[in-house]
Antibody, heavy 122, light 107 residues
Framework: QLQLQESGPGLVKPSETLSLTCTVSGGSISSSSYYWGWIRQPPGKGLEWIGS???????YYNPSLKSRVTISVDTSKNQFSLKLSSVTAADTAVYYCARRPWQLADGWFDPWGQGTLVTVSS | VIWMTQSPSLLSASTGDRVIISCRMSQGISSYLAWYQQKPGKAPELLIY???TLQSGVPSRFSGSGSGTDFTLTISCLQSEDFATYYCQQYYSFPLTFGGGTKVEIK
């Protein structure tokens, strides 16, 4: 059964870079059938798609965050990562990683990781 | 960007009730819509994709309908484990977007 697990610092200072890693187990991140994505949820609020990456390195980013986001993949470790630069308190959220089929026409997310809370504060 | 309006944002219901949640798009998306259930402190879970296809393992009391701009999620007979927040998501075009959520609470 495929599982995803987020990891990384739970506290980041304003203006610094948030870095998270998602480790995939029970399946290969190099599958040609899937994209791997990041979604976030500020406390008490809704969901926001951040971006997605294919095992080849091809990426799609949300234009609202594109200037600050980098998503990368390490197939040797079965992991993909998120970097969000110049963070502010507005970036405080639970960050989820998730899988979606490679075709946009099948662009739902399943499964999801359990999520990790990142707080931006000095 | 495709904007999504979910209604109501809060729904009070009792066990056994039939519940209907609406999701309206700012432009047509054919049937490229998914529904998720999220319980407090947990990740969202996929319920329905392609507007009306039930994800494996999801109880048949959940159903989805609609196409174009108007979609609904129906829970035919609300169970205690269904009290949660529900989100719709469109995957017709980038950026992928979610509705604001509907919290189903105990009446």
């Amino acid at each position: 059964q495929l599982q995803l697990q987020e990891s990384g610092p739970g506290l980041v200072k304003p203006s610094e870079t948030l870095s998270l890693t998602c480790t995939v187990s029970g399946g290969s991140i190099s599958s040609s059938s899937y994209y791997w994505g990041w979604i976030r949820q500020p406390p008490g609020k809704g969901l926001e798609w951040i971006g997605s990456i294919y095992y080849s390195g091809s990426t799609y980013y949300n234009p609202s965050l594109k200037s600050r986001v980098t998503i990368s993949v390490d197939t040797s470790k079965n992991q993909f990562s998120l970097k969000l630069s110049s963070v502010t308190a507005a970036d405080t959220a639970v960050y989820y990683c998730a899988r979606r089929p490679w075709q946009l026409a099948d662009g739902w997310f399943d499964p999801w990781g359990q999520g990790t809370l990142v707080t931006v504060s000095s | 960007v495709i904007w999504m309006t979910q209604s109501p944002s809060l729904l009070s219901a009792s066990t056994g009730d039939r519940v209907i949640i609406s999701c309206r798009m700012s432009q047509g998306i054919s049937s490229y819509l998914a529904w998720y259930q999220q319980k407090p402190g947990k990740a969202p879970e996929l319920l329905i994709y392609a507007a009306s296809t039930l994800q494996s393992g999801v109880p048949s009391r959940f159903s989805g309908s609609g196409s174009g701009t108007d979609f609904t999620l129906t829970i035919s007979c609300l169970q205690s484990e269904d009290f949660a927040t529900y989100y719709c998501q469109q995957y017709y075009s980038f950026p992928l977007t979610f509705g604001g959520g509907t919290k189903v609470e105990i009446k």
